[in-house]
């Protein structure tokens, strides 16, 4: 019996997923190999009225591109472009954050409850030759959906910490729309 139970805790144990915090105040899953190599490369674009305000591609091989707005993007304001690596770990815990998203996914057409004019985006995950795209709303208010949003707002927070660390490799100065 004693036998049994301590091989039960064993597996338990080693099945376990550890959360760890990232330093950005969210709690991230345990780095996984396997999860990482399901994926070939991770991307996000958030929009407001049609305009990227944000976006990111994280490849397998730890390459990181980030664009950002700094501004309005009807008003002047400038574009900052950022590409660098992160370690296989990092790219792990993002891979591992993609592979809890909810599945089958959430649809952002389905909310009951839906606030107009805030940012939506897309995911993109690639897998070998599969490609999803997830599309996303941050103006459905409804609690599953929000659960949603705060896992993909835990996506951007961890790339946004890796790019908070490192200045532009590039600036425009872009003029604002008449």
Not at 10 to 26: P, Q, R
Not at 68 to 84: L, N, T, Y
Not at 114 to 123: M, S
Not at 149 to 172: C, F, I, K, T, Y
Request: glycine fraction near 8%; charge should be negative; hydrophobic fraction near 40%.
């Amino acid at each position: 019996m004693v036998r049994t139970f301590l091989l039960v805790a064993v597996l338990l144990t080693a099945c376990s997923v550890e959360a760890k915090e990232d330093g950005v105040g969210k709690a991230q899953l345990a780095p996984s190999t396997a999860v990482a190599q399901d994926y070939g490369a991770i991307a996000f674009e958030i929009k407001s009225w049609g305009h990227v305000i944000r976006g990111w591609n994280v490849s397998a091989d730890g390459t990181v591109r980030h664009v950002k707005i700094d501004g309005s993007p009807f008003a002047d304001h400038r574009v900052e472009h950022r590409e660098f690596a992160v370690d296989a770990a990092a790219y792990a815990r993002l891979a591992a954050l993609a592979a809890a998203l909810p599945s089958p996914r959430l649809d952002r057409n389905q909310c009951e409850e839906r606030a107009t004019d805030l940012p939506y985006g897309t995911l993109h995950l690639s897998r070998g030759k599969q490609q999803e795209e997830i599309a996303f709303d941050s103006g459905c208010l409804d609690a599953p959906y929000q659960a949603f949003m705060d896992q993909l707002m835990g996506m951007d927070e961890l790339v946004g910490g890796w790019v908070g660390q490192r200045p532009a490799d590039s600036v425009e100065e872009v003029s604002g729309r008449s």
